[in-house]
């Protein structure tokens, strides 16, 4: 940069700024996204022979993988997941604590945040216009949470752990990667009528 060009010092001036912007639109992102999750885990059903409830957060975390894009996508689920260990109650209806993440269902929460990065990043790769292609992204995104919620699960119920909290939860996250491939495709065509 040449300090006597005042052309460059303010070019260079501006592109600070709208790093600056950026950086708080990002941040502003991922805290809603974060938010987003926490308000679908309020809306939960215990189940009486399982540890792990049925909620919204499945399609909330797969949405906001897919429509921030793998990294902010994972920055919101850890947000989400600090929210809830500083005490803010946000895991499923209003729990909260390290006692909870640590609990049964603590690796589903972890499993949300790598969810959210798989998603984002198959969507970023172009799996997101399409329905077909959406629902692949949906789907490899809840195998990912069952991956790691099961592994978890297993080390309190043993073999148990695909009873509990796989085979009574398949049918409704298969119906809800087939709401968000289906809401993807309709966001782009609606930001591209807009654009």
């Not at 902010?72 to 209003?94: I, K, T």
């Not at 695909?162 to 993807?184: E, N, Q, R, T």
């Amino acid at each position: 940069m040449d300090p006597m060009n005042p052309i460059a010092v303010y070019l260079d001036d501006l592109r600070s700024r709208a790093e600056r912007y950026a950086l708080a639109r990002d941040a502003a992102l991922v805290v809603a996204g974060s938010l987003i999750v926490a308000l679908s885990a309020q809306v939960a059903v215990r189940l009486p022979f399982s540890p792990v409830p049925v909620t919204a957060q499945t399609l909330a975390v797969l949405l906001v993988g897919a429509t921030l894009g793998s990294k902010r996508g994972a920055l919101s689920l850890l947000a989400y997941l600090v929210e809830g260990l500083a005490g803010l109650p946000v895991f499923a209806a209003g729990a909260s604590g390290p006692a909870y993440l640590l609990g049964p269902t603590g690796g589903y929460l972890a499993g949300f945040v790598a969810a959210a990065f798989v998603t984002g990043w198959l969507v970023e790769r172009g799996w997101g216009k399409h329905v077909g292609r959406a629902l692949l992204a949906m789907l490899a995104g809840s195998a990912t949470i069952y991956l790691f919620g099961l592994s978890w699960l297993s080390l309190f119920a043993g073999r148990q752990a695909l009873a509990l909290g796989l085979l009574p939860f398949l049918a409704g996250d298969v119906v809800k990667a087939i709401a968000g491939a289906a809401l993807l495709p309709a966001g782009w065509w609606i930001v591209g009528r807009r654009g």
